[in-house]
């Protein structure tokens, strides 16, 4: 076992944490782009789930890491599939991983300002805050089709902290992806944890470069009272 790395708090004055994977669990998302997009591939050109799954597996790869990734026109033009509307018939499936709640709720207590981050559509970020108690606890929400990159890509970063007035020694993130982690290491940001544990579909992945948190408890919490503003 990797010893777990408590942040130090006291050097931290704002906080970023991705979303899915991250707060959310990524079962829903596993279960939608490889199931349920297939699925109704499928059925819409008459073909086999197998020969379905291949071809958008494939049309996903084209784009993987960059902003049309993660952009539901995209794929519902690319696919010719309503993909918000698909959603909706797995939305059940949308989570918040344990131990976030408590987490941002001591945050929030300690003054620090909230900002989720994500690589996701506006469509996506929307359900996904209408259907969980995040939403209050963030200071702000921002995706990456906002700033114009996606977070992997490194003038992603500078554009954010310009956007949001972070500095990048006293900021923490929190994401699952490890791309992500590193382009937001290249930029400065100073504390940096990846998720390892990002679905309950799937086993934990293994541990990489960044200090590993399988769930938020292992991000340890600032005191209540030091408000840090
Ligand atoms: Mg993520």
Redesign the pocket.
Known sequence: MTPIALLPWSEIRVVLL?????MLD?HFDDVFFRRTVPEAYARKHGIGFERAREIVLTAYQEHRGTLAWYDLDHWSARLGLDIPLLKEEVAHLIRVHPHVLPFLERVRASGRPIHLV??AHAHSLGMKLARTPIGPYLTSAITSHEVGWAKEQLPFWPLLAQRLGFDPGATVLV???EP?LEAASRFGIAHLRQ?VN?SSGAPPNPVGRFPAVMDFRDLGLPNGCSRRE
């Open positions: 991705d979303m899915d994977g991250t990524l994500t690589n994401d699952d992806s992500v998720v990002p």
